[in-house]
T-cell receptor
Framework: DAGVTQSPTHLIKTRGQQVTLRCSPISGHKSVSWYQQVLGQGPQFIFQ???????GRGNFPDRFSARQFPNYSSELNVNALLLGDSALYLC????????????FGPGTRLLVL | GQQLNQSPQSMFIQEGEDVSMNCTSSSIFNTWLWYKQDPGEGPVLLIA?????ELTSNGRLTAQFGITRKDSFLNISASIPSDVGIYFC?????????????FGKGTHLIIQP
């Protein structure tokens, strides 16, 4: 079975631009969560979606938004990019609404110049 | 954002030695997860714990869910070179709604030749 997949693997943007990151969960998983991991830190929770609805949101500004599609794939959008948005963006899928037992994808490395 | 207190920050050990690391929190959790992350990759789930006092093994790895629900421990027996990497603990409190995982800062495991 395929694991969580994310695209693109790497991305370079400039300040003020907008970016869209994509995630496909493990087959049969309806919950997708997004995390930001800056160098030297553990991942920080951004959003959780279950059955196409937002179920949880971390402490991130409104420049960050996400959505989940009928096939349970998800997109993370970040507007008005700042240098500090440079990070590894991780997607995790879970078979349960509460998000227990989350399985991570390989991540998208975003560099903002 | 909130992070768990994970220690030690790094460990330098000889091949064949046993390893112990732990994670503490000021808040209670009802799930504890342990992940390993290699450079440039997403975290890989090692062990999941769902009940206070639970002790679970996965090969040479053993983890425990503390009875106070505020801590967890991971032990690795007879370390081998492929154990090198960053180990993260993560806690989840799913109190009826949904929320994301709270991560520690990681323990860097380095095996000396």
């Amino acid at each position: 079975d395929a694991g969580v997949t994310q695209s693109p693997t790497h991305l370079i943007k400039t300040r003020g631009q907008q970016v869209t990151l994509r995630c496909s969960p493990i087959s049969g998983h309806k919950s997708v969560s997004w995390y930001q991991q800056v160098l030297g830190q553990g991942p920080q929770f951004i959003f959780q979606y279950y059955e196409k609805e937002e179920r949880g949101r971390g402490n991130f500004p409104d420049r960050f938004s996400a959505r989940q599609f009928p096939n349970y794939s998800s997109e993370l959008n970040v507007n008005a990019l700042l240098l500090g948005d440079s990070a590894l963006y991780l997607c995790a899928s879970s078979p349960t609404r509460t998000g227990q037992t989350q399985y991570f994808g390989p991540g998208t490395r975003l560099l903002v110049l | 954002g909130q992070q768990l207190n994970q220690s030690p920050q790094s460990m330098f050990i000889q091949e064949g030695e046993d390893v112990s690391m732990n994670c503490t929190s000021s808040s209670i959790f009802n799930t504890w997860l342990w992940y390993k992350q290699d450079p440039g990759e997403g975290p890989v789930l090692l062990i999941a714990l769902y009940k206070a006092g639970e002790l679970t093994s996965n090969g040479r790895l053993t983890a425990q869910f503390g009875i106070t629900r505020k801590d967890s421990f991971l032990n690795i027996s007879a370390s081998i070179p492929s154990d090198v990497g960053i180990y993260f603990c993560a806690g989840l409190f799913s109190g009826g709604g949904a929320d994301g995982l709270t991560f520690g800062k990681g323990t860097h495991l380095i095996i000396q030749p």
